[in-house]
C-alpha cells in the first residue's frame, strides 16, 4: 500500500478512543455503530508496517530496541492477550508487534517479525524467560525499570493506554475478537509512526 493511501486511511482523529465515553466503546453492535465489515478487515491485512518506517543508514552497534510486553484482553478478562512490542530508541517507531501469550513462541513471532535492518541492534528488555531463551544473547541485555533502558516502550505503551481504552486495565471498553483487537492496534501503530515519521522528516 502506497504512503498516500496510509495517510488517507489514517484520518487525524479515527482511531482516538475517548476515556470519557467508555460505556459505549465496546465492539457490541449497537444503533450508532454497525458491525465491523470484512471488507474493513481485508484494507487492515493489506497495511504493511515496514511502510511506515525510517531505515537509516546508521550503523547496527549504533542501534537501540527496546523490547516490552503488555497485558489486555478480549471479551472478558480472562481471556488474556499480551502485546510484544520492538521499538526504535532513536526515531521512536514501533518496528515490530505481535500479539499471543506470553510464551517462548510468541516471542519468537516477534523475532521473526523485527526487520533484518533492525535485528543487528543493541536490544533491551526485562527478566522475562522467554526474551533470555529467544533474542541472540550478543547484543541482547535484560534490565530493571530503574535503569530505564525500556523508559521509552513503557512510555509509548502508557501512550497506547491512554489514547485506546481497550487496553486499559480496568475498563468497560473491549474487543470482542482477537481479529478486532489485533487490528485496532496495527491501525494505531501505523498511524502512530506516520506521526512520527513526518515530524522526523520535516
Given at each position: ?5 496510509f ?5 487525524p482523529g479515527?482511531f482516538h478512543?475517548d ?8 465492539d457490541?453492535?449497537s444503533a ?19 511502510d511506515?518506517?525510517l531505515?537509516?543508514?546508521?550503523p547496527d552497534?549504533?542501534?537501540?530496541l ?7 484482553f478480549v471479551?472478558?478478562k480472562s ?5 510484544w512490542?520492538a521499538l526504535?530508541?532513536e526515531?521512536r517507531?514501533?518496528?515490530a508487534?505481535v500479539?499471543g501469550?506470553?510464551s517462548?513462541?510468541t516471542?519468537?513471532r516477534?523475532w521473526r517479525?523485527?526487520p533484518e535492518?533492525?535485528?543487528?541492534a543493541t ?16 547484543r ?5 525499570k530503574?535503569e ?13 493506554r491512554?489514547?485506546l481504552?481497550r487496553?486499559v486495565?480496568?475498563?468497560?471498553a473491549f ?7 489485533h487490528?485496532?492496534l496495527?491501525l494505531?501503530i ?5 506521526e512520527r515519521?513526518?515530524?522526523i522528516?520535516q
Open positions: 500500500m502506497s504512503l498516500r493511501s495517510e488517507y486511511a489514517f484520518m479515527s478512543e476515556q470519557s465515553s467508555r460505556n459505549s466503546l465496546s457490541a453492535p450508532s455503530r454497525p458491525p465491523p465489515s470484512s471488507a474493513g478487515s481485508k484494507k487492515v491485512a493489506a497495511l504493511e508496517l515496514e511506515t518506517l531505515f537509516p543508514e546508521v552497534e549504533n542501534r537501540i527496546e523490547l516490552d510486553e503488555l497485558w489486555s471479551h472478558r481471556e488474556k492477550v499480551w502485546v512490542l526504535c530508541r526515531a517507531l514501533v518496528v508487534f500479539t501469550d506470553r517462548r513462541r516471542c519468537e516477534l517479525a523485527i535492518s533492525y535485528k543487528g536490544r533491551y528488555s526485562d527478566f522475562w524467560e522467554a526474551y533470555r531463551e529467544v533474542i541472540p544473547e550478543d541482547h541485555e535484560a534490565t530493571g530503574e530505564g533502558e525500556t523508559s521509552h516502550v513503557e512510555y509509548w505503551i502508557n501512550t497506547l491512554q489514547r481504552s487496553f486495565r480496568k475498563t468497560l474487543s470482542k475478537s482477537r481479529q478486532r483487537h487490528c485496532c496495527k494505531f501505523c498511524r502512530y509512526n506516520l515519521r513526518s515530524i522528516l
